[in-house]
């Protein structure tokens, strides 16, 4: 569902806040609500501190939604929290079975691959 990077610069030090999370939905509810989706995605990429957010389909459960979110500090995800009242809105009445999000303070270590 995309990877494109976020408004924001990386934080100092290379120190940013890592967002992790799985949401399992009932059958064919992630096809219904891909567009509900989408917008939640390129609406959070818009925010101030945001330097990447995506949710991907696991490829072994059509399901299952994991979620990556990478923050320039914890202020930016403050600040993304905030909205999720919004965000969720749009998901009123959706079979949302079950859900997962937790945030981590990392700092780079090494590219493992490519770039």
Request: charged content about 30%; glycine content about 10%.
């Amino acid at each position: 569902m995309g990877t494109t990077r976020c408004q924001g610069k990386e934080g100092e030090g290379g120190r940013m806040i890592i967002v992790t999370g799985q949401v399992r939905f009932g059958e064919g509810e992630v096809e219904r609500l891909k567009d509900v989706l989408a917008n939640n995605i390129r609406s959070s990429r818009a925010e101030e501190g945001c330097e990447h957010y995506a949710y991907g389909l696991d490829l072994d459960d059509p399901n299952l939604i994991h979620i990556t979110e990478m923050w320039r500090d914890s202020a930016a995800l403050d600040a993304h929290s905030a909205r999720i009242p919004e965000l969720m809105a749009p998901l009123a009445g959706a079979d949302i079975r079950e859900i997962s999000i937790k945030a981590y303070e990392a700092t780079f270590l090494q590219t493992v691959m490519g770039e």
